[in-house]
């Protein structure tokens, strides 16, 4: 299993930034993939920036240019930097990470850190 606990979030101006950090712990070497997703009210869940493990990042079209995605493998931390925050940016931000045994594949997830912004 995979534990992931998420920091960073709160409330912010708009054109202002905020960065996402995600701690994770258990069976990290299982990991193929981190990524992080949010939800707004009354909208689903929306991947916003994935990293698979030696593979290329890739971003929801609404946050290129904008966000960053990144890894630190020594401190078994995935980052999700928000730059020119707008108010649609606003949601519950969630961490995830993907794990492959064999042919299954199971996707973990964190509590959620809330992302407000102002406008």
């Known amino acids: 299993q995979v534990q992931l606990v998420e920091s960073g979030g709160g409330l912010v101006q708009a054109g202002g930034s905020l960065r996402l950090s995600c701690s994770a712990s258990?069976?990290?070497?299982?990991?193929?993939?981190m990524g992080w997703y949010r939800q707004a009210p009354g909208n689903q869940r929306e991947l916003v920036a994935a990293?698979?493990?030696?593979?290329?990042?890739n971003y929801a079209d609404s946050v290129k240019g904008r966000f960053t995605i990144s890894r630190d493998n020594a401190k078994n931390t995935v980052y999700l930097q928000m730059n020119s925050l707008k108010p649609e940016d606003t949601a519950v931000y969630y961490c995830?990470?993907?794990?492959?045994?064999?042919?299954?594949?199971?996707?973990?997830w964190g509590q959620g850190t809330q992302v407000t912004v102002s406008s």
């Open positions: 990293m698979p493990t030696g593979g290329s990042t």
């Open positions: 995830s990470a993907n794990t492959i045994t064999g042919a299954t594949m199971f996707r973990y």
């Open positions: 258990g069976s990290i070497n299982s990991i193929s993939a």
